[in-house]
């Protein structure tokens, strides 16, 4: 009895641990790779070819810019998280409830790989699930060390 108390003491402290380490590390804190460019698709260093015009009419917060190496960034990540958040709610949900994932601001990755793969849900939620997936494509970009 003893020790799976322990065991379960020791288990919740590393999942607390977990979650304060990929909060901190995984936005919406301090950018790693800030937005320092306009992002143009085919100009100069960009990579890519996001619809950024796409973005901008959904809301003025998921404003893209690019990193020094050209990534496509949110000019503020946290405003465009917190958006998401807000607009897209059914979708981070959806995703969540049938992966049974952390919120997306500690686990933003998986939102990324999951939100293409939705079988559940309503056709809302699911094309939500979808962008919700295209935006941690761009989100991640600032926060994911580069080689």
Known sequence: MFYMRGALIIAGLALT????????HMGPGEAVHPWVQEYTAGQGNIKGDV???????????????????????????????????????????????????????????????????????TEEERAQALFVSQFMDIYENSFLISD
């Open 17 to 24: 641990a977990a979650v304060a380490f990929g909060g901190a």
């Open 51 to 121: 619809d950024t015009g796409k973005y901008l009419e959904i809301d003025e917060r998921l404003e893209i810019g690019a990193d020094a190496s050209g990534m496509a960034v949110f000019k503020d990540p946290a405003a465009a998280l917190r958006c998401l958040e807000e607009k897209y709610s059914k979708g981070i949900e959806l995703i969540r409830r049938e992966f049974g994932l952390l919120p997306p601001k500690f686990d933003f990755a998986s939102y990324k790989t999951y939100g293409w793969q939705v079988t559940a849900g």
